[in-house]
């Protein structure tokens, strides 16, 4: 989401946006953690295949989502929320 979008945010909805955006961060980042720790396994049993690319196709998503939470942290002091 754009900054524009942040202004244009209620107090309660920017609140209620970031902390959902942090919970569904660090889910997925449990989740890129558990797909490498099994391709690794898989890895070691069978080999490299083809599944492997994802825990790390995924990791562009998390850093677009710090980036988000990042601005929504600038937006909330602007605005002297918390």
């Known amino acids: ?6 202004n244009k945010m209620s ?3 920017l609140l209620k946006y970031q902390k959902t955006l942090r919970i569904v961060t660090y889910m997925l980042i449990v989740a890129i953690l558990a797909l490498l720790v099994i391709n690794i396994l ?3 049993e069978k080999g490299v295949n083809s599944f492997s690319i994802i825990p790390i196709a995924l990791v562009p ?3 677009v989502n710090f980036k988000t939470l990042r601005e929504i942290k600038k937006e909330i002091g602007v605005r002297n929320l918390k």
């Open 11 to 13: 107090d309660e909805q």
């Open 61 to 63: 998503i998390v850093i």
């Open 1 to 6: 989401m754009k900054n524009e979008g942040l």
């Open 42 to 44: 898989k890895a070691m």
